[in-house]
């Protein structure tokens, strides 16, 4: 099958070169003529693990290309997908339709024989109504059908989990674009990937109130971290113990700094406003957020008690800046917030990162990136674990200590256990423990 992307950001170049890799027949279009130009040479806009093979791969197998020309690229599409970004509008939390919205109006006129335009990007619920109407304005003729296929990807495992995903979700509401999406999802059957369809408002909703659960998951367990803290309980038995009952799953109850990136801040709060537009506020994700957005700058705190409460003239040692690892996205990272916090009151910050300094540099000022983790703590009065990328899983602690001024270590990951820290001589906290 023929499926044009529209949108070649993190979403529209995984699922493009996904598709693609079944077999499809994928053109990539994108405004950003330099972004098609170093997709044409295989440079990657994104550090996402495997990606780059897979578009070489398919690229050299001739299904998948690239292109800034919209009519090139939707030239006998069965399936056209909008893959643009929705970000925060300034302001209000609302997410900003604007790019989808563009889209809509430009591939009115290139709807050639029966089209389904499927919305992936996260778009609040109403939006496929108003695409349609969009294009059946801009073009009558259309014989269009307007889905929703919202995504479930996480960045660093992106590749993976499109390929074998938990479930698909379709949003329909004609028959016609059902057995499109379902002939461009077969291969999947083959992995019994669950096809789930329903209405596309549904299908709309379902991708908010999944982000917004996994983020309450996690807002519960950084709020039981800290109550662990002061009571003396350990957050990760805690999180062992409901995590075995399976109405609760084991699964996204890490204490942490607190959860960034791209999806879960942004669809919180989009989510949020749709709800109070609604009148049916969701107060419980909205203290989620709240909650979250405290915690960044209450780790920065942290690190200053571990100090002993001064953090002027004092330096720092990052270890991590992006929001997870396996990838350089910096989007929402707590690591901005706590860096500004010890900032704030005085502090140096070096820092390292294996992927995420290029991104870093764009949002932080006066911050020593160094070469690599050890290089980060020479002469700091602390090292913090930020961010669990796995080279900083398995630090030579005897080094460690050697090279820090005093031998403090927040581990805002737990990724280390407090005894073998304890052992080297350094004075060590975690989360929750
Ligand atoms: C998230 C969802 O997991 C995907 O299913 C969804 O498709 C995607 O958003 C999206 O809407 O596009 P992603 O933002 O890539 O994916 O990353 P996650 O792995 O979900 O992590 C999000 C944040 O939560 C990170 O900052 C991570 O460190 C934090 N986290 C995650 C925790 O603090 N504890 C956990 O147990 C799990």
Redesign the pocket.
């Known amino acids: 099958m023929r499926v044009a992307m529209i949108g070649s950001g993190y979403v529209g170049l995984v699922s493009g070169a996904c598709f693609a890799d079944f077999g499809h027949e994928v053109v990539c279009v994108d405004k950003d003529p330099g972004k098609i130009e170093r997709l044409k040479r295989n440079v990657m806009p994104i550090y996402e693990p495997g990606l780059d093979a897979l578009v070489e791969t398919n690229v050299k197998a001739g299904r998948l290309s690239f292109t800034t020309d919209l009519a090139e690229g939707m030239k006998g599409a069965q399936a056209v997908f909008i893959a643009v970004g929705t970000p925060s509008r300034r302001g209000d939390g609302h997410a900003d339709l604007s790019y989808v919205y563009a889209a809509a109006e430009e591939m009115a006129p290139n709807i050639e024989g029966f089209t389904v335009v499927v919305t992936k990007s ?1 778009v609040p619920v109403g939006t496929g109504d108003e695409v349609e109407r969009i294009i059946r304005e801009a073009n009558r003729q259309a014989d269009v059908a307007v889905a929703s296929n919202p ?5 660093g495992a992106a590749i993976a989990d499109f390929k074998r995903p938990d479930r698909i979700v379709i949003g329909v509401e004609d028959d016609r674009a059902r057995a499109v999406l379902e002939e461009l999802y077969r291969p999947l059957y083959l992995n019994q990937a669950p096809i789930m369809v329903t209405s596309r408002r549904t299908a709309e909703l379902t991708k908010y109130a ?2 917004a659960f ?1 983020a309450t998951k ?1 807002g519960f367990i950084n709020e039981m971290a800290d109550l662990c803290e002061k009571v003396g309980a350990n957050v990760q038995d805690v999180a062992r113990g409901i995590g075995l009952d399976n109405r609760i799953g084991s699964k ?3 204490a ?1 700094p607190g ?6 801040p942004k ?1 919180t709060l989009a989510l949020i406003k749709t709800a109070q537009d609604n009148d049916a506020p969701v107060r419980i994700v909205e203290t989620v957020a709240q909650s979250n957005e405290n915690r960044k700058r209450a780790m920065g705190r942290k690190v200053i008690a571990a100090m002993g409460g001064d953090a002027r003239g004092r330096k720092v040692g990052i270890l991590g800046l992006t ?2 690892p396996n990838t350089d996205d910096m989007r929402d990272s707590p690591a901005i917030a706590i860096i500004q916090t010890l900032q704030d009151a005085g502090a140096q910050v070096s820092a390292f990162d294996p992927e995420g300094v290029e991104q870093a540099k764009l949002v932080l000022q006066n911050v020593d990136y160094a070469e690599s983790p050890y290089a980060a703590l020479e002469g700091a009065d602390a090292m913090v674990l930020v961010t669990e990328w796995d080279a900083f899983r398995a630090l030579d602690l005897a080094r460690v200590k050697a090279l820090l001024k005093q031998p403090v270590v927040v581990d805002l990951r737990n990724v280390y256990r407090p005894e073998e820290m304890a052992r080297h001589g350094l004075s060590y906290s975690g989360i929750g423990r």
């Open positions: 996260t995504e479930f990807l996480r960045e999944a982000n996994l996690i996204f109850l890490n942490g959860y960034g990136g791209s999806c879960f669809d929001f997870k």
